[in-house]
């Protein structure tokens, strides 16, 4: 394999039950409990999972929420909107670390 | 479709040796396959260059049908069914008969010129409108069905509220038909029309009664959209895989008999567009109509199938079974 990442790992996910497939059901059961619809839509969830997907740079989960999203009718301003989102919360996350930094500096500084 | 199991088969495991209709209620009539739109998705290619036109004297037997055989409801299609030049007569001798009327309208023909009186002669002959509609955006729904439609569809959709379509609690029945705009599945029917609903009327102060859903056939146009994408064998693999048994009673195919612009009979648009007549040993035109044969017919499959059992199902009249 030339690359790390491979789209057509995302249909075979169950392989990863194979060694631990107890801890898998566990995890499956979890997972389409948290995003079957409750106080939020299924929609709103699919938006959710778009944009952390984005956070956590998952090109298998951007690939299967833009497609959830868009089957759950969502459209690209709104998920363009989510991506945003996370963008920002990535940003300020690096941002407010900017006071360790000034911290730091003042710590070693006259 | 060589990438799946036949959809036979697949029926077959479910214990359906052989798909029967059941009851049939609508004759559902294709006009022609002439159209002022020239959708990306259109299962029948359907467009302004169209030649097929239903000729008058096959007009004249979709009265005789209908009126011998007392059937409740004729469901009008096309390409635009408006743009026959006898489908005015047509939709007045049915409202004599007191059958139900159904047109399916893709809107912006109600703007064409000499087009633009038929909102109030739908309103008059109690036709019920299935209007196309992918999405409450302008970008989306130009993208799949041409420059501009859009804007025309509102305007269209504007007159006819004005008209009493669409108002909450008329008579005048306006319902939308949503296609996904590309090679994915439709939305849960009941959450899109919520979403639709709130939308069209914030943005447009646009109302209507019903959304339905359709899933797009990965045949006519389509397919070939989704072989140039390279989406095809993706998209009929998700198809076969989100088989679900239980929209197979429901499908529409058991309770309509389908007749193309020639006359020929069919058991579905789709099989119409595919060239995939009634079985052999059926009535094969309308001039052979013949109600209690037609009625627990054997239906005739093709992969292409698929496309109304996947999911929650699809059809003319939205999903199936239960999301």
């Not at chain 1, 998952?58 to 959830?68: F, G, K, L, S, W």
């Not at chain 2, 996904?180 to 899109?192: C, V």
């Not at chain 2, 040993?281 to 992969?303: C, E, K, T, V, W």
């Amino acid at each position: 394999m030339s690359h790390y990442y491979d789209d057509q790992d995302l249909e075979r996910f169950p392989e990863i039950g194979k060694h631990c497939p107890e801890l898998y059901d566990y995890f499956l059961n979890y997972y389409q409990g948290v995003m079957a619809a409750g106080a939020l839509t299924v929609r709103e969830k699919a938006l959710i999972a778009l944009a952390v997907a984005h956070a956590v740079q998952c090109p298998y989960c951007i690939d299967a929420y833009t497609r959830v999203s868009l089957e759950a009718g969502s459209n690209l301003e709104e998920m363009t909107e989510a991506v945003h989102v996370a963008v920002a919360i990535r940003g300020g996350a690096a941002l407010i670390h900017g006071l360790q930094m000034q911290r730091a500096a003042a710590k070693i500084s006259i | 479709m060589a990438t799946v199991a036949p959809f036979a088969r697949q029926l077959e495991h479910v214990g359906y040796r052989e798909l029967k209709a059941i009851q049939v209620q609508t004759l559902q009539v294709n006009l022609g396959w002439r159209c002022n739109q020239s959708c990306k998705h259109c299962h029948l290619a359907a467009g302004p260059d169209r030649p097929e036109m239903m000729a008058p004297d096959l007009v004249e037997e979709v009265l005789l049908v209908a009126g011998r055989w007392s059937l409740p409801e004729v469901d009008l299609t096309g390409g635009a069914p408006e743009l026959h030049p006898r489908f005015e007569y047509l939709v007045g001798r049915l409202h004599g008969l007191g059958v139900r009327i159904l047109s399916r309208c893709n809107l912006t023909v109600l703007l064409e010129p000499g087009k633009e009186h038929l909102p109030r002669f739908f309103r008059d002959h109690g036709v019920e409108l299935i209007c196309s509609l992918p999405y409450f955006q302008e970008e989306m729904v130009d993208r799949v069905r041409g420059p501009g439609a859009f804007q025309k569809s509102l305007e269209a959709l504007h007159r006819l509220n004005r008209l009493g379509y669409g108002q909450p609690g008329s008579d005048l029945k306006l319902n939308l038909m949503f296609n996904p705009a590309g090679a994915y599945f439709p939305p849960e029917q009941g959450g899109l029309q919520a979403l639709f609903r709130r939308e069209l009327e914030r943005r447009h102060q646009v109302r209507f009664h019903r959304l339905y859903t359709l899933l797009n056939m990965p045949i006519g146009r389509f397919r070939h959209y989704l072989q140039q994408s390279r989406n095809y064998e993706g998209y009929m693999g998700k198809l076969a895989a989100s088989f679900n048994p239980e929209t197979v009673a429901g499908l529409m195919c058991r309770r309509l008999v389908s007749v193309a612009w020639d006359g020929r009979l069919y058991d579905c648009d789709f099989n119409q567009a595919l060239g995939l007549p009634l079985k052999e040993g059926m009535p094969q035109y309308l001039q052979d109509f013949d109600l209690p044969a037609l009625a627990s017919r054997p239906i005739n499959l093709g992969d292409h199938c698929y496309g109304c059992t996947a999911g929650a199902g699809s059809s003319c009249g939205g999903k199936l079974a239960a999301e």
